[in-house]
């Protein structure tokens, strides 16, 4: 394969839009909210954030096969593993995969360094700490993806959400707003509802290596119905942002993506093999992307109304 291809593998860049719409959103609500855009300060954003994802994948699976959990993932049958499979299956050495990946916390970090000049300090603190929830995640000493107790979870919530949305407002305004705090809540959960469902694909796996996800803690029952709390905590977030007006009213037009996702889970039973689960996994991706994405059109066309 060539090299173009051979990133977009190893970085699992097919997922990338779960990063890029939330800053689309916070871009959007500062055109709406405070009738600014700045086209240069939007695109640094949107490749720093990009660059950050790509890194966060990366430095994951980096740590997930120094600790043993991908090694784990290949060898347990009948488990289905999420990671690129670069290092596990040793189709790249773990020092290119390395440079690879700090080559992209370098982008991350140059256009974080960037907007800060331009729209101020706190801009490092919003990247800062994304930076640190991405690394941290597996690496540790904290390795808070691998204790449980809903740390992993939070933390996909302000890196998914709370954080892009609010420091791309931020870079476009140079104010913090609580609007845009609610406005991250639909695509935040709904991501993480995305990483959450993913573990149900090697739970097995993650228990045998020590990493102690809510699936493994909980175990799948329960895990499940937590999922099923989470979905619908992420459509009622976009009903209170209709409420309070951080989206018009034909913002509800996002609630439609829920369906396609809720059917996946009357399928499932309490007890499932690690493959049913796959289609879960790809209709979690589906609604946090088409849900944002319809999101971002509401907005869009608010602001084109109210110019």
Not at 19 to 32: D, E, N, T
Not at 188 to 201: Q, R
Request: glycine share 10%; with cysteine; charged share 10%.
């Amino acid at each position: 394969m060539n090299k173009w291809t051979l990133f977009k593998k190893a970085s699992r860049f097919q997922v990338i839009p779960v990063m890029l719409v939330p800053v689309i959103l916070g871009a959007l609500g500062a055109y709406v909210w405070k009738g600014v855009f700045h086209p240069v300060l939007f695109i640094l954003t949107l490749v720093g954030a990009g660059a950050a994802h790509l890194f966060s994948n990366m430095v994951n699976d980096l740590w997930d096969y120094r600790s043993g959990a991908d090694t784990a993932a290949r060898d347990t049958p009948d488990v289905v593993s999420t990671n690129s499979g670069f290092l596990a299956n040793g189709t790249m050495s773990e020092r290119t995969f390395a440079m690879m990946t700090w080559s992209l916390f370098g982008i991350a970090a140059l256009c974080g360094i960037t907007l800060a000049w331009f729209a101020g300090w706190p801009v490092l603190v919003f990247s800062g700490l994304g930076g640190l929830i991405a690394y941290f995640y597996v690496a540790p000493p904290l390795q808070f993806g691998y204790r449980g107790k809903g740390l992993s979870e939070i933390a996909i919530l302000l890196s998914f959400g709370v954080l892009p949305i609010m420091g791309t407002y931020y870079v476009q305004t140079q104010e913090l707003s609580a609007l845009s705090i609610m406005l991250s809540l639909p695509v935040g959960l709904l991501t993480t509802l995305v990483l959450f469902n993913h573990h149900f694909l090697h739970w097995q796996a993650d228990r045998q290596a020590g990493k102690n996800t809510l699936v493994v803690v909980w175990g799948e029952e329960r895990a499940l119905r937590f999922s099923k709390m989470l979905l619908w905590l992420s459509y009622i977030s976009v009903v209170v942002c209709v409420l309070i007006g951080a989206l018009p009213v034909y913002g509800l037009l996002s609630l439609l993506t829920i369906f396609p996702l809720y059917k996946v889970y009357t399928g499932l039973s309490q007890h499932n093999p690690s493959k049913a689960y796959l289609p879960l996994m790809g209709a979690s991706v589906q609604a946090s992307t088409r849900c944002g994405l319809i999101m971002s059109a509401a907005l869009l066309i608010q602001g084109l109304i109210a110019q």
